[in-house]
């Protein structure tokens, strides 16, 4: 739902899992609407080749926090390794919601401590990028959440713009090495046709 990659899934494809399908008029099945009344504290995806992780947001708006967040935190994390080479960033587009974001290959460690703490690590498995880089810890935080339910019911949200807050982190220019960039694909959006899944059938690009 969000993500600063080139491309349609960070474009329109993410724009339609946020809003939602355009029904009589008005916009309906919103994931992030689905998402902020229940409460939903993650949102792990992947497809991208490529490590993002993005501070509560709703509606385009974050807190940048990582305590008492007000709104789902995202996290892109699909740089597990791949022949197809490294999704890209828009180097033009840096947005106060994105936290930390690379393309170096990586893996992720999740810690569960109890029902208010948990400790995030991003680590790098690379072999493109020297011996001395392997098994490094590169994202390191805690998440820290004493209310739990919907997000609509918490307190008062106060929006923050701090640049300081987000980072890029570019292994490859910092060792001069040429990264190998993955195609990526244009998608189309597909219209709204009914909430029988079986009248998609013959969409091109629709599969089940």
Known sequence: LYC??????????????????LVNGSYQYSLEEAYYKYGVDFVHNGHLHNYERIYDVYDGITDQKTTNMTATTYIVNGDAGSDEGHSPFNETFNPSWSAYRTTTFSFSRLSVYNATHIHW????ADSEL?????GKVFDDVWFI?????SFAERAVRIPSHDAGKSATYDPYKEHGIKMKRAEHEE??????ISDNKHDYKAIDGVHF
């Open 4 to 21: 600063t990659g080139t491309g349609s899934a960070c474009g329109a494809d993410a724009e339609m899992l946020r809003r939602g399908v």
């Open 121 to 124: 690590q991003q680590i790098t």
């Open 130 to 134: 020297p011996p001395s880089k392997q």
């Open 145 to 149: 959440q004493h209310n739990h339910g």
């Open 187 to 192: 998608g189309v959006p597909i219209p709204y």
